[in-house]
């Protein structure tokens, strides 16, 4: 493989990671599932990352992974200079 080759290779693996958000999501063992007290915070950063964090101040118990994405998607998305 060329270096051409390779570079092109590493720029589309790069490209591709960056669609992925890193996220984290902290939830508090014991405590009965309350998404009104939980918090979400969406940054996306000048090389195009996205991190979400996540506190639900409370347990995760019974929470869908369609219920958490939907909603981390209704918090806005701010931008770091």
């Given amino acids: 493989m060329n270096i051409r080759t390779r570079l092109k290779a590493l720029e ?3 490209a591709s990671s960056s669609l992925e958000p890193f996220r984290l999501v ?14 979400c ?4 950063w000048p090389n195009g990352h996205l991190m979400e964090i996540v506190n639900l101040n409370c347990g995760d ?16 998305v701010e931008r770091r200079a």
């Avoid at 915070?41 to 996306?44: C, E, G, K, N, V």
């Avoid at 118990?61 to 918090?75: A, H, K, T, V």
Wanted: hydrophobic share 30%; proline share 5%.
């Fill in 26 to 39: 902290v939830s508090h063992a014991g405590e009965p599932l309350d998404l009104a007290k939980a918090t």
């Fill in 61 to 76: 118990y019974g929470l869908r992974e369609e219920d958490l994405e939907n909603f981390i998607q209704s918090f806005p």
């Fill in 12 to 14: 589309r693996a790069r």
């Fill in 41 to 44: 915070t969406r940054t996306r």
